[in-house]
């Protein structure tokens, strides 16, 4: 049996369809499938272009539902290629009573694609006028309706960008001749030109405004823009010295002034970082405690000047102490310049002290580049000149490099990407060699350093994150054998977890860091990781030595009342479970 419905509507279609179906189901109960759908009349369009956008619906039941998706489909397929008068002729649905299936013919009127000619904008200043009818529009890009609103989009997000937050516009006319063909009218009224004279802060006691105002890279006189106001949030968010940032606000001050409101909560701002490990020790060794003391004063006296005190003891005979100094904002630019001193007692080998200015200038949210100077100086012990041929040397270096960040959070990020690479070239002086065995030349070399880290961040499930990081550093010299004072050192709980704190040297190193996390809260997390690393070297005997070393492990970060701890149980591969290394770690803030 067969059913006709025919002609335009589609609301007559579906109440014909309706009647049919609970005519048929009295009668029988079998569902009907659809197995085909043929189109007539189509032209623009071949059968496979409109059966493989609509393929979801064969295999369906007969119900107005699927019909009516299947009207709507059609014509919507049609508007969006300029045939809005194009109909549905007629609708042919045969059922076949022993197959229980259906098949549907539909019957299309197409009508000649009508296109729009043009967009004119009107306003009552002319030259505004000239400015908005030069904004590229989309005419002949697809639905006329979704073009004129995309041009509207664009007309409004150019008149915010200049001065006219306020701005209203009307489609005027819409006006057909060749029976094709649209033009389009629209009036603008770009209300009142917006200026920002002025530039308050709300909610902040310690910072003062002017440290807020200053990153915002606003100032007062300037004509309002909406996208440059856009990015003060995240401007004001790096500075992380506010547990919330809101969007700025304007309006029109009692004085008739043009105001931009910065809305903040202050968080805290300063951070005190503790870590506590406890070594096992070895075969006739006992084991020992290391430990970390990380104090940073980000917002010292709410200027937004940063001080930081910095002691740790990695071994037993290995300690490291460096305080730091920054000035933000030298002389109203965005130009960061720091100073800091450092010294690092190495085992029985040698002490390296080095001091050095920085320089930092964020060119966006999300790139920075800095760049140092500074001296360095190598005083072995005579034991590392006895055993390790090191030298007692004076160096001048100057380092620069690039930064890029995206994480959407420093402390517990769920998406983004952290980039920083950093080139240092060095003149190396070399002076006393007394306690030297092998005979080495004094005189002055370059020594030249690479380094490069990347972390990605990549959510997979709900609450599940994927955390990459991938570090590499390499030294060369033209010295005849690099000392070992110059090789980078990796191994504990920052680099290769599992292993004792820098238990490996090379004048190349990489290591791999791989975690599960799942976030337990805004700044918690429980996580299992897997890390390798890499290294090798030449010895003062050029005897080569390379090695490959992998750890893994699991470790949790829990917000509490005292502040960030974090445990990890990190065990190397090939090691017992007694000779695990567990890192504690306190951060607080405040």
Known sequence: MYY???????????????????????????????????YHGNSRFSQQDLQSAFS????????????????????????????HFTAIDSLIIVLDDKAAHSDIDVYIDEVNAIRLDSIIIHAADENLARRLNAIPDYRNRGDMELMVLNTIDHVFGFLEDNGYPHARIDIDSLVMHDHINIKAYLSVDPGPLFTIDKISVSGNEITKDKVIVRESRLKPGTIYNHSEVEKVTNRIKKLGFFSKVYDPKIFINSKGEGELVLYVEEGNMNSFDGVLGYNPGGTNEKGFFTGLV???????????????????????????????????????????????????????????????????VPLSETIRIFADVGNESISPDSLGSVLWQIPKSNSQFATAGIAFDTRDDLINPSRGIYYVTEVEVARKKIGATEYIVNPIERGSFTRRKMSMDVELFVPTFKWQVISLGFHGQQVTSDEETLSISDMFRFGGSNTLRGFREDEFIGERVAWLNTE????????????????????FRKDINKVEKEDVKFGYGFGIRLDTRLGLMGLDYGLAKGRSLSNGLIHVRLINEF
């Open 56 to 83: 979801e619906n064969v295999s369906s039941a007969v119900d107005s539902s699927v019909v009516d998706k299947l009207m709507r489909n059609i014509l919507q397929r049609y508007r969006e290629d300029g045939g």
């Open 516 to 535: 599960y996390r799942y976030l337990l809260s805004e700044r918690s997390r429980a996580f299992i990781f897997f890390d390798s690393g890499y290294f």
């Open 4 to 38: 006709l419905i025919k002609r335009y509507r589609l609301g007559l279609i579906l109440i014909l369809l309706s009647i049919m179906q609970n005519l048929y189901a009295g009668s029988d109960s079998t569902s009907f499938r659809i197995r085909t759908i043929r």
């Open 294 to 360: 990380d104090i940073a004063l980000a917002n010292f006296m709410g200027t937004g000047r940063r001080v930081e005190a910095y002691w740790e003891k990695k071994t037993q005979k290995t300690q490291q102490l460096r305080f730091r100094y920054q000035e933000p904002w030298v002389m109203g630019y965005p130009l960061h310049i720091g100073g800091s001193f450092e010294q690092l007692v190495q085992d029985t080998t040698f002490i390296r002290r080095n001091w050095k200015f920085d320089f930092q």
